[in-house]
């Protein structure tokens, strides 16, 4: 695997695929043990599912990538709210291995729906609970790496870092593709048109390594501060429109996409560290869904993406 770094406005650059770090047999683990988004879904008859010959599944001793089965939602065969609910409520009940109460999803979540199913955006639920390393969860196989918890323990980040925050979301589903020396791309990704005008004009820097329509190469601070807001104006999102938490992709990885673990690029994460610094992870030579690290939030690199999420809080 070739080696990754992230560089900084001030020339610091920070290997992450630290081999110190990595951990064996995790793929396997979370394909052996993981549910996958049709097994879950597919009760729902969904009329224009499309299954592209691109999500087979691959050998995990070949180092390819497991993809998840999404459907392709339209406006049409959108789940309903009893469906969504059951679906939820199972789903969470297979990872926490008890019963979750799970409420009504809100009605701006089902408008914001038919927009963004097109892109990619997927429908789920998270109960208010706070997560630790000791924690026996049945679904939990990949859990955030010690690094994680001792610093919590420390004071960056905050312990909310590990707090699931009770609310409905649109959770962006792609997987991570692996690195390509920066011309990695995700698959049909609506974001490179907005990507490409924002550098086009000048609102985010251009990074040499990538090519401009790409989600990779940017900085915490533009993804904050213009990326999503201009996301949000673009596709009307009613919620709010904002970066993962290393949380919330650690559980939804082991629920819905282990694949976001298998491969060697990685995301970054709206978790603060400290001041200036936001987390990032997910490297398959680190740890996969596992693996976590941090970095200055004007800090740039051609292996780190980031995935939006769309969120409907329970207790604004």
Not at 23 to 33: F, N, P, V
Not at 202 to 208: L, R, V
Not at 229 to 246: D, H, M
């Amino acid at each position: 695997m070739a080696m990754q770094h992230i560089e900084g406005e001030n020339g610091v650059g920070k290997f992450v695929n630290d081999p110190n770090k990595a951990k064996a047999g995790l793929a396997r683990i979370i394909a052996e043990s993981t549910k996958t988004w049709r097994e879950l879904y597919g009760e729902i008859a969904l009329p224009s599912v499309v299954t592209p010959a691109s999500n087979a599944v691959v050998a995990v001793e070949k180092v390819a990538v497991e993809t998840s089965v999404t459907p392709s939602l339209t406006v049409e065969s959108l789940p309903s709210v009893e469906q969504l609910t059951r679906i939820e409520s199972e789903a969470l009940k297979r990872f926490f291995g008890k019963d979750i109460v799970v409420p009504k999803p809100p009605q701006e979540l089902f408008q914001t729906l038919e927009t963004m199913s097109k892109l990619g955006f997927e429908p789920h639920f998270l109960p208010q609970v706070s997560l630790t390393e000791a924690d026996k969860i049945p679904g939990w196989k990949v859990k955030p790496q010690s690094w994680f918890w001792q610093n919590i323990k420390d004071g960056k980040p905050s312990a909310d870092a590990a707090v699931l925050q009770e609310g409905w979301y649109l959770v962006d589903g792609r997987g991570k593709p692996n690195y390509d020396n920066g011309q990695q791309r995700y698959e049909d990704d609506y974001l490179e048109s907005i990507m490409a005008n924002l550098r086009k004009t000048g609102k985010i820097q251009k990074y040499s390594s990538v090519p401009d329509s790409s989600r990779f190469g940017a900085s915490p601070n533009e993804i904050e501060q213009v990326i999503l807001p201009e996301v949000a104006r673009k596709t009307g999102a009613k919620g709010n429109l904002t970066n993962k938490r290393y949380i919330e992709f650690n559980v939804w990885g082991n629920m819905f996409h282990p694949e976001w673990g298998q491969t060697d690029t990685l995301e970054w994460f709206a978790d603060e560290f400290g001041g200036g610094r936001r987390l990032f992870g997910g490297d398959s030579g680190g740890g996969g869904l596992g693996y976590v690290y941090d970095s200055w939030s004007d800090n740039r690199g051609d292996s780190v993406a980031f995935g939006p999420v769309v969120r409907f809080p329970s207790k604004p």
